[in-house]
């Protein structure tokens, strides 16, 4: 898949107020340093509006055919992190994840990370989700991502 353009819409607080199309869309979510920017300075009020904010658009959004879960490989298994992918798939949620900054460690280090987040799904999951690693600097995971996100786009249009 290669990307010719990109065009901001709309900056929503309400998931109604969103635009009403039929094309598919794809949301990407990760918590503070995975590659956004920081949320630390937001009352604990507003931390709790913006939770809600996003599970309203994750659960009645139509149109977003996946989520994808941006996690750091640099860290071990993070409890928060384990706790949304459960809630995203008692909701059914589609989604998959995708470990970042994977060229801020050694490919061991990495590997034995996200080894650990895969086993600690498996405890509770028969199958596992999609999953990438990835770099924005050496761009790793990029085309996977990308032909990823091809293959929905074809099977929507193929059913």
């Not at 065009?7 to 109604?16: L, M, N």
Request: glycine content about 6%.
């Amino acid at each position: 898949m290669t990307i010719t353009s990109a065009e901001y819409t709309i900056s929503s607080p309400d998931v109604r107020m969103c635009p009403q199309t039929r094309e598919p869309e794809y949301a990407f979510i990760g918590r503070s340093n995975v590659g956004k920017s920081s949320d630390r300075k937001r009352s604990k009020r507003e931390q709790e509006k913006l939770v809600e904010m996003i599970r309203g658009y994750i659960l009645r959004r139509r149109q977003m055919v996946n989520l994808f879960l941006l996690i750091d490989s640099r860290h071990a298994p993070q409890r928060i992190d384990l706790e949304f992918i459960e809630w995203l798939g008692e909701n059914g949620v589609p989604f998959s994840i995708v470990f970042t900054k994977a060229d801020k460690q050694s490919a061991t280090r990495t590997g034995q990370n996200i080894a650990d987040y895969l086993t600690r799904l498996g405890e509770q999951w028969e199958e596992l989700p999609p999953h990438f690693v990835t770099s924005a600097e050496t761009r790793q995971g990029r085309d996977d991502v990308l032909d990823y996100i091809e293959q929905i786009n074809r099977e929507m249009a193929a059913s």
